[in-house]
């Protein structure tokens, strides 16, 4: 009974250096996103994707890639990170039938120095 | 283009009243609530779609003016439990994004004995 599972949990990266984040879910669900929260900004979205294989930009893409290459998985790629991009990201998924509820994973604590 | 939310913050006394609003500048689709306790990811409250339904569940009520591209959360008799903060998710009208659901910058609500 998993839900929404991100990895890793916390990471310290310095500038410029890359990395991933994993989201995967068991839920079957169409819809993932990925958020970043910081303190007084609320849950700003930077990118979802409502499939296997597509993707779209939220309102705060830049500096960010994404990819859904199997319906379970959407990961979340840094390519050059910057102090900027220091935040607690969160990924969800879901379906828009239904309740239309949204699943989170615990979030995943990015720093970088 | 996120949703606006106010107030920012509520202090309340055990058994008092609460609203928090929530309002677009764009035609919304529905309208979806979401509280988040300090630490924890956020947690599904409720979905309201364009149609000016009104749903509640326990002491925990909402409203979605589609005219006024507005919604109310309404927190009767506040309980310790309802300490966290609040976020109000929208979905746009129009297909043009679909399954886009970007956040306000959430209420801080805080429940005192």
């Known amino acids: 009974n998993a839900g929404v599972t991100q990895t890793p949990k916390f990471r310290v990266l310095k500038t410029g250096q890359s990395m991933t984040l994993l989201c995967a879910q068991d839920?079957?669900?169409?819809?993932m996103y990925w958020y970043r929260q910081d303190p007084g900004m609320g849950l700003r979205l930077i990118h979802y994707?409502?499939?296997?294989?597509?993707?779209a930009k939220g309102e705060v893409p830049d500096g960010y890639n994404v990819s859904r290459l199997k319906k379970q998985n959407f990961l979340l790629g840094l390519e050059s990170a910057a102090p900027s991009q220091t935040s607690v990201y969160f990924c969800?998924?879901?379906?828009?039938?239904?309740?239309?509820?949204?699943?989170f994973g615990e979030g995943s604590r990015l720093t970088v120095l | 283009q996120q949703p606006v939310q106010s107030p920012q913050a509520v202090i309340l006394r055990e058994g008092e009243d609460a609203v928090i609003n929530c309002s677009s500048s764009?035609?919304?689709?529905?309208v979806h609530w979401y509280r988040q306790k300090h630490g924890e990811a956020p947690v599904f409250l409720m979905i309201?779609?364009?149609?000016?339904e009104q749903k509640g569940h326990d002491k925990i009520s909402a409203s979605f003016n589609e005219k006024k591209q507005q919604s109310s959360l309404y927190l009767t008799a506040s309980q310790l439990s309802y300490s966290g903060t609040y976020f109000c998710?929208?979905?746009?009208?129009?297909?043009?994004?679909?399954?886009?659901?970007?956040f306000g910058q959430g209420t801080i609500l805080t429940v005192h004995p």
């Open positions: 994707s409502v499939g296997e294989g597509t993707t």
């Open positions: 764009k035609a919304l689709y529905s």
């Open positions: 998710g929208t979905r746009l009208a129009g297909g043009t994004s679909y399954g886009k659901l970007t």
């Open positions: 309201l779609l364009k149609g000016g």
């Open positions: 839920m079957n669900h169409e819809y």
């Open positions: 969800a998924s879901g379906q828009l039938s239904g309740t239309g509820e949204l699943f």
